[in-house]
């Protein structure tokens, strides 16, 4: 993991903060000699001995949350394998046998990537080899130079899957914003991808559509993500107890991994999401691919939609978005929807077993030749 800001930005509070606390303590020992008003004296006291705990305080928080993250790390090796990418490391994990092979590409939000399938992954290993990857500066991956865009981020998988020796065809499987990213893939390197699993997917330019919709704005995303990177470089994470304890559901390791996942490094995943407006302008170019045959899965809208009173903004989006999911339709002539009865946009996590059953049904219809005997061109309520 590309971690050195989490070694940089504590040593370097810890310097600041002794630079800082050193004339906070000489100014508290000169006022006990200083001729001035009582009040004035005790003022500074408290102000001064309030500034210096709070230094040592932000100061030996952040790093105590690096040391527990590099003690996570060190007990935690990457499963699977390394290998070099445009001269950087990028970790690739494959469990199980059988082609086609699938390809796990997960949505913005996760610092590791391969963390994110600890459940998923060996499900659908039991019908095929099916492979997880850290993008780059995420997870175990180093950190690589340049733009995130999707263009940039498809480049680097196909490279790294050529290194691994993962050859076609594949079946490319990618949740919420991981659904750009396959579809990009597929445009690039049609040849190599046997069928697209969209599960929650992504569209290109939705943050404009859902604005234009609600007529609102997004602020400065920019400035509102350095703020939260900066939060987890100081250990805020933790400290308010989004992190570090292990998540309910998982088995131990995952739910222990998961919860430690939440305190990582967010600054790669800052620059894919500044990087959203020219991935959804190289996505809105990918398609559509003809008879490929595409298995789309949907949250439910109904969550929201079927409260008595849902507010204003929530339906919009609601409604938006399942427009948006039945669109993906278009992108072939061969492409069924499923909407997830009961989930929300961790479908995959919420209808598990809907989304196992269903990939695996249609990794036997690839294999056995058998596709143009399902009911493509549905939508369906499952």
């Not at 445009?187 to 559509?209: I, K, M, N, W």
Request: glycine share 10%; with cysteine.
């Amino acid at each position: 993991m590309d971690s050195i800001m989490y070694v940089v930005v504590p040593a370097a509070v810890l310097v600041l903060g002794s630079l800082l606390a050193w004339p906070s303590i000489r100014r508290t020992a000169w006022l006990a000699a200083a001729e001035a008003p009582l009040w004035r004296k005790t003022a500074e006291r408290v102000a001064l001995s309030l500034a210096v705990a709070l230094i040592v305080a932000v100061s030996g928080w952040s790093t105590y949350n690096a040391i527990a993250i590099q003690l996570f790390l060190a007990a935690n090796p990457p499963r699977g394998h390394m290998y070099s990418v445009s001269g950087r490391k990028m970790h690739l994990y494959c469990v199980g046998s059988g082609e086609p092979t699938v390809l796990l590409e997960p949505g913005l939000g996760p610092a590791t990537d391969v963390l994110s399938w600890g459940s998923l992954q060996p499900k659908l290993a039991r019908a095929a080899r099916v492979c997880s990857y850290d993008r780059a500066g995420l997870g175990w991956s180093e950190s690589q130079p340049g733009p995130r865009d999707a263009d940039r981020i498809c480049a680097d998988l196909h490279e790294l899957l050529r290194q691994a020796g993962v050859s076609a065809p594949l079946v490319l499987l990618g949740t919420s914003y991981g659904g750009i990213y396959i579809r990009n893939y597929t445009a690039h390197y049609p040849e190599g991808v046997a069928a697209l699993v969209l599960v929650d997917s992504s569209t290109p330019f939705q943050e404009e559509r859902f604005q234009a919709a609600l007529g609102s704005r997004n602020g400065n995303p920019g400035r509102r993500l350095a703020l939260l990177q900066a939060g987890y470089l100081l250990g805020l994470a933790r400290l308010e107890g989004w992190c570090g304890r292990p998540v309910p559901g998982w088995e131990r390791r995952a739910a222990t991994a998961l919860g430690e996942d939440a305190c990582m490094p967010r600054d790669e995943s800052r620059r894919e999401y500044l990087s959203m407006a020219q991935s959804s302008a190289e996505a809105a170019r990918a398609g559509p691919f003809g008879a490929l045959p595409i298995l789309i899965f949907s949250h439910d809208p109904g969550n929201v939609l079927s409260m008595k009173d849902p507010p204003r903004e929530w339906a919009i989006r609601e409604r938006l978005w399942d427009t948006m999911q039945e669109e993906l339709r278009g992108l072939s002539t061969r492409s069924r929807r499923i909407v997830a009865r009961g989930s929300g946009h961790g479908v995959q996590i919420d209808r598990e077993e809907l989304v196992v059953k269903e990939v695996v049904r249609l990794l036997d219809q690839i294999r056995g030749g058998t596709l143009a005997e399902s009911n493509w061109g549905s939508t369906t309520v499952e």
